[in-house]
């Protein structure tokens, strides 16, 4: 499965295609479709961020998946997120998409928008791992494997 090619704009209001920008070996998204599943994109980023300092070319990123709307209420919505997160990095890694969700979710096989999904992509955005809902420690020690196996192979590959 490959990640479709969307666009959209990070909190520091670059445009960014996705996944032609995204900046590592690995990637880990962390895909959000309502405001109240930020709690559990949250429950990861302390895994997430482990991960990047354990494993260079790993990097990670929150995309909120929002229907598409007009410039104004894009906007809108855009610059109240900003003003909820100071934390530069964090902005930089918060990609919101105004895209046609359905087709989103049918590119990546998600069922619904009940919980928030974990994708990891290689840097063609080939989706290598995924798994649905909020952190547990099974499903941290499950992405942490996967992270390593990956890490691996793309170690073997460059030697």
Not at 35 to 59: C, K, T, Y
Not at 65 to 73: A, D, E, L, R
Not at 87 to 111: C, E, S, V
């Amino acid at each position: 499965m490959r990640f479709p090619q969307v666009t959209g704009s990070n909190l520091l209001r670059r445009k960014v295609t996705l996944p032609d920008d995204l900046q590592g070996e690995l990637n880990i998204l962390f895909i959000a479709f309502q405001q109240w599943h930020q709690a559990l994109v949250d429950s990861w980023v302390p895994m997430a961020r482990q991960l990047e300092q354990s494993f260079p070319g790993v990097q990670f990123y929150e995309l909120p998946v929002i229907y598409k709307m007009n410039f104004f209420s894009q906007t809108f919505l855009n610059e109240g997120m900003r003003a909820g997160i100071p934390n530069p990095t964090t902005r930089q890694k918060t990609i919101t998409l105004y895209i046609d969700k359905k087709a989103f979710r049918q590119a990546l096989d998600i069922p619904d928008e009940d919980t928030i999904w974990v994708l990891v992509l290689d840097r063609q955005g080939n989706v290598l791992w995924r798994i649905d809902g909020a952190y547990s420690q099974e499903k941290g020690d499950a992405l942490f494997k996967a992270i390593q196996e990956y890490s691996a192979v793309n170690r073997t590959a460059s030697s």
